[in-house]
Each structure stands twice: as C-alpha cells, then as structure tokens.
C-alpha cells in the first residue's frame, strides 16, 4: 500500500492519483456523471471516497475500481467523511438533509432535514458520535447520532453562509469559515462543549472555501475565492491564531488544501487545475501537479501511517 495517497477531482469529469514527490499522474480514473465537489479516504488508506452531484461512489485504492455506489441525496453534495472503522459514513447536501450511510449496504441508515436551507460544510467530531454541520443562514449545529437530536452551536445575525468546516483531531477546536471572509474559532475542554474563543478576519469580503488544521493544532490553513491560502500560527500563550504566511500564486479560486503530517508543507488545489506543494515556512512553491483539463475543487491526501491509527480506534457504532 501507498504510504502517501493524494488524489484530486473537479469540474473535468476525472479522479486523478498523483506521486506527490516527482508531481507524476499515476492514475486518471474517468467519471462522466457529473463534476466531483468532495473526496475522502478511509482511515485504514483502503478507499477513496468521492461525492458528486447527487451520488457517493466508493472505489479501492489499490485497484482503482469501483467497489459500492449510494444514493438517496436529490441535491449536490457538500461534504463526505468515514468513521474511523469503516462502518458508516456521513454526507451533507445542498438538498438540505444530512444523511448516515451503512458501508457495508446500500442505502441510508439516518436522514435527517435542516429545514430547507442548504448544508454547505459538515464535519464528524473525533468522538465519532456527533456530526457538526454549517449552512447557507449561516447557522452552525451538532447532531447527536446516539440520542439522534441537535442543538444550537451558532447563528449569524446576518445570516452569512458557513462555507467550511473543521475540528481537531482532539476536539479540542473547531472552526467556521463564512462567505465574508471571517473564521469564528471555539475551544473544547471535553470535546463535547464548545466554547467562543476567536473571531478572526482571514479573508475580508471573500468566501472561506476550506479550513483545515495541522494534526498538532498549531497551524489554521483558511483557502479562498481571493486565489490565496493564508496559514494561522497559534499563540499558545494566547490561545488565539495570528497570520504566519500567505500563499499565493494560484490563477483561480483556492477551494481545497491539506498539511503534511510534519507540518513542513502545505498542498492547495484550485480551479486554476492546478495543485501546489508548498515549504511554508519559506511560502514557495517547491512542486506544481499538472493534468487536469478544467477546475480542481477537491482533493484528499494521506501520508498517516496506518499502524498508528490502529492503536486509537475504538469500537463505535451508531444505533439503529
């Protein structure tokens, strides 16, 4: 198996696997249903999960082939995450619901509705049995999937859409980019019960496309509509994030990134069709993949070596 897994898909109809260290396509799987908005791999590096319009396709890395498809969404998908065994998977949709699916069958285990607004960003809290989702009225909420109840995280009084989310591998933060360019940051002692710590203006009057941290919660990438991605160093002594370097040089939209599991390098993927490697602390460009023909939107990278994930699961299941 691989130990380093990036793939990438867009607007032109293809999945492409890539060598991160010589920039080489190793594989361009065709998919001419529709665009792609999502990617996901398993935490066991297994499956690459893709989320189109309206349909979730499962296909092994390995092989490349196309192992299960689901559907039951009526809109596009927004967002697409494993639990850590593999036994379900959450998406969200312009369609309004968020849904639960059963890895190992088809159709949808859980449904639920956000009342006709759209979901645009949803993440899967590390505790495995909450998913925490944000949408187009700029609400932020938690859905307990043991209880199978929500409740109220945020509301923006102005009704300014969350475009992205995401939490730390702790659940020790969490962080909500908006369409106006703002990331509003809360704090978790037990990783159930957030509380308000930063409202930060990373990307004034631009969309928020991704929000990711690093895997030690120091570094906040927020990528945008503005054609850059701005890395966040913690002040620890603050506990607040402060602008460390700004990564510029894509000719479009900046909608998806990643770290390395060092920290040293940040990968972004943008509508340009390009994706950059960058050294971040020098903010330069050390790689540029080239090979799609239209917009990248999407991408997934692992460079986590499965034995050591192993250890950390635990035996989750949600009830029926």
Not at 117 to 129: R, T
Not at 187 to 210: M, T, V, W
Not at 279 to 298: F, M, N, P, S
Request: glycine share 6%.
């Amino acid at each position: 198996m691989n130990d380093v897994i990036l793939a990438t898909a867009g607007y032109d109809h293809s999945i492409k696997f890539w060598d991160a260290f010589s920039g080489a396509c190793r594989k361009s799987i065709n998919y001419p249903e529709s665009q792609i908005n999502k990617l996901a791999i398993t935490a066991d590096k297994k499956y690459l999960g893709v989320a189109a319009h309206n349909v979730v396709k499962v296909y092994d890395i390995l092989s490349h082939e196309n192992e299960v498809s689901f559907e039951g969404h009526t809109g596009n998908i927004t967002s697409l995450g494993f639990q850590k065994e593999n036994k379900w998977f959450f998406t969200s949709s312009e369609d309004s619901t968020l849904k639960i699916f059963d890895f190992r069958a088809s159709g949808y285990m859980r449904n639920l509705s956000n009342n006709g607004i759209m979901v645009n960003s949803a993440v899967l809290n590390p505790n495995q049995v909450e998913v925490i989702f944000g949408d187009q009225s700029g609400r932020i909420k938690i859905w307990d999937l043991t209880m199978n109840t929500t409740r109220d995280l945020f509301e923006d009084q102005e009704e300014i859409g969350i475009r992205s989310l995401c939490i730390a591998n702790n659940s020790s933060k969490l962080v909500a980019g908006n369409s106006a360019g703002i990331c509003y940051i809360w704090n978790s002692n037990n990783g159930e019960d957030f509380q308000p710590q930063q409202e930060l203006e990373a990307h004034r009057d631009q969309y928020i496309l991704k929000c990711q941290m690093n895997k030690d919660r120091t570094l906040l990438a927020t990528c945008s509509s503005d054609r850059s991605c701005k890395i966040w160093k913690l002040n620890e002594v603050e506990d607040e994030f402060e602008e460390y370097q700004e990564l510029a040089g894509h000719g479009g939209w900046v909608w998806d990134c990643d770290f390395t599991s060092d920290s040293v390098y940040c990968i972004t993927a943008s509508t340009d069709t390009c994706v950059r490697i960058w050294k971040i602390d020098k903010a330069d460009v050390r790689k540029t993949l080239v090979g799609h023909q239209k917009g990248i939107t999407c991408m997934a990278f692992s460079d986590t070596q499965v034995k050591q994930l192993v250890a950390q699961q635990t035996n989750n299941m949600i009830p029926r």
